[in-house]
């Protein structure tokens, strides 16, 4: 009895850190949504929903994520059938090319098409005659083409890989029996990939509402508001109002559940098993010479536009002496970059602060994730489940909902925990924002380790430590360096977080930028924006190489 118990310490252990880090903070959110006095009431939240600013607010979030939808989509499938299907699959250089705008912080690319698409901006200047598209740009249908253009790489892996697992010979079979090439698409091919399209359009849908950089850089130019300006304005413009913010964040969180069980069901509903096809049996579309160049125009259009325009206009701000002069020669410079570390202590700081928050928030968070993982594993079925599920809730929320819990339970339990109004409680943050990533690859990692191989350990004479030291540890380091190396990278740019609970003075790396492009010092903000690409390439290459050294 007393071993039972004493194996169940751990399981607990982690059930309560897990409810205080994720599950406290949510129910602040609802608690200060329902019980505005101490007293239950929902009148306020009700009457805070129905405002006519706020349902228009809330009418055009969905609206906003269902065009992105339409345009991800109309990006992305001709790209992974191109890319599975034809003679271009033997391109794998490709598939890192379109990670390049998924990698791309946000709101960094987003100002990156405002100073191109303004007036006078680096278009106009290139191009005079193009002046009446800033008009355009600067409207619902700019910000749905900015924001596809970064998620659409997303669902353009998804379709992809789905695309590969269905067999060549059920085409075959279709011209077989006489079937024309349109025909076979929309009766054979189409409908073995509804399911997959379904999710993945779901989820592109719940990131786009879910999405703060771009509606916060553009969308307010335009006044375009959605959700997640909406609840960051009522937490930190005077005067605070968090209830009308956290009434907000909950239909935010109802909505993103709601797809979430959406997206289950259709997963299990809507998959296909192919009896008979041997996986990997493809066969390799040859194309003629007119229909290679129309893939080739597409897929140059789509680099074009999704990742050249934007990085030029990024460098190029960064570079010009006088923005008033724009593109003329003896007007480069690489002062910017000089005034960056030398005028104030701003970008240095802002730069350490970020390094500081990126390293020590990886490092804990895949602690932490790889001890959940592993008492999740020694637990019972249930116990287990209830771990990880706990640990990926994160992820399945916007990143601004939970920060906005942490704000709402942190300053009331200042007393207790004295870490609000800190850098501790920015460390917080991100370690619960980004455990999902450890969690996911340390158990990718367990899935493939035989528990034979532990077994043969402890029948040996090894003692727990020494096992998992010396077996356990080695197989799973993959997927602990691989959850560091994505938190790290995704901590360094992060903006949400930042910009709702830093300490006064505190600047990190994407608050900076933010602070002088919206005062006018863009050729600092963009030379600290290059930095922040750069920075995170590099990053991600040399760990790559780690790992890929580490599995030699």
């Known amino acids: 009895m007393k071993r039972t118990v004493i194996k169940r310490i751990p399981s607990f252990l982690a059930v309560v850190v897990l409810v205080l880090m994720i599950i406290c903070p949510l129910l602040s959110i609802f608690r200060e949504a329902a019980f505005p006095d101490g007293n239950f009431d929902i009148s306020m939240a009700i009457s805070t929903i129905a405002e006519s600013e706020n349902a228009r607010m809330i009418a055009s979030s969905i609206l906003l994520g269902v065009l992105v939808v339409m345009v991800s989509s109309l990006i992305a499938l001709p790209l992974a059938y191109i890319f599975s299907r034809t003679q271009f699959a033997r391109y794998r250089f490709f598939d890192v090319i379109f990670m390049i705008p998924f990698m791309t912080p946000p709101y960094i690319a987003s100002m990156g098409w405002i100073l191109f698409m303004q007036k006078r901006g680096l278009m106009q200047q290139i191009f005079p005659s193009l002046a009446f598209l800033s008009d355009w740009f600067f409207s619902l249908g700019g910000l749905v083409l900015v924001m596809s253009f970064h998620v659409f790489p997303f669902m353009m892996t998804l379709m992809k890989n789905a695309m590969l697992a269905v067999s060549s010979s059920l085409d075959e079979a279709g011209a077989v029996l006489g079937a024309p090439f349109r025909v076979r698409l929309r009766k054979l091919f189409f409908p073995l990939l509804t399911g997959n399209y379904a999710i993945g359009a779901l989820l592109v849908f719940v990131k786009t509402i879910s999405e703060y950089g771009t509606p916060s850089t553009l969308g307010r130019r335009i006044g375009f508001e959605v959700f997640t300006t909406d609840i960051h304005r009522y937490a930190t413009v005077a005067p605070i109002e968090f209830g009308k913010s956290a009434s907000l964040a909950s239909v935010l969180i109802g909505i993103?559940?709601?797809?979430?069980?959406?997206?289950?069901?259709?997963?299990?509903?809507?998959?296909?098993?192919?009896?008979?096809?041997?996986?990997?049996?493809?066969?390799?579309?040859?194309?003629?010479?007119?229909?290679?160049?129309?893939?080739?125009?597409?897929?140059?259009?789509?680099?074009?536009?999704?990742?050249?325009i934007p990085l030029f206009s990024v460098v190029t701000s960064s570079l010009i002496k006088l923005r008033g002069y724009g593109l003329r020669a003896g007007n480069f410079t690489f002062g910017n970059y000089v005034k960056l570390f030398t005028e104030d202590n701003q970008g240095t700081g802002a730069l350490l602060i970020s390094i500081f928050l990126a390293v020590s928030s990886a490092t804990i968070a895949s602690i932490l994730g790889t001890i959940s993982v592993i008492i999740s594993k020694q637990a019972g079925k249930r116990c287990g489940r209830l771990i990880e599920g706990l640990s990926l809730i994160p992820e399945m929320l916007p990143s601004i909902v939970l920060v906005l819990g942490i704000m709402l339970f942190y300053n009331r339990i200042y007393r207790i925990v004295p870490i609000y109004g800190t850098i501790w409680i920015m460390v917080l943050s991100y370690v619960i924002l980004f455990l999902p990533y450890t969690v996911q690859y340390v158990t990718s990692s367990f899935s493939q380790i035989g528990d034979s191989l532990i077994s043969a350990g402890r029948i040996c004479g090894g003692k727990p430590l020494y096992v998992f030291m010396h077996i356990t540890l080695p197989l799973i380091f993959r997927g602990i360096l691989s959850g560091w190396m994505m938190t790290f990278i995704i901590a360094f740019r992060e903006l949400v977080t930042p910009s709702l609970i830093a300490p006064t003075n505190t600047l990190t790396v994407s608050t900076y930028i933010n602070r002088q492009f919206e005062q006018g010092s863009v050729g600092k903000g963009m030379a600290m924006a290059v930095i922040c690409i750069l920075f995170s390439t590099v990053t991600l290459l040399i760990l790559n190489k780690a790992i890929s050294e580490k599995r030699k």
């Open 256 to 308: 993103c559940l709601l797809i979430w069980f959406f997206q289950n069901y259709v997963t299990e509903h809507r998959a296909y098993s192919l009896v008979g096809s041997r996986p990997g049996s493809i066969r390799i579309k040859r194309m003629g010479r007119k229909q290679s160049a129309l893939c080739w125009t597409f897929i140059v259009i789509v680099i074009f536009f999704t990742m050249l």
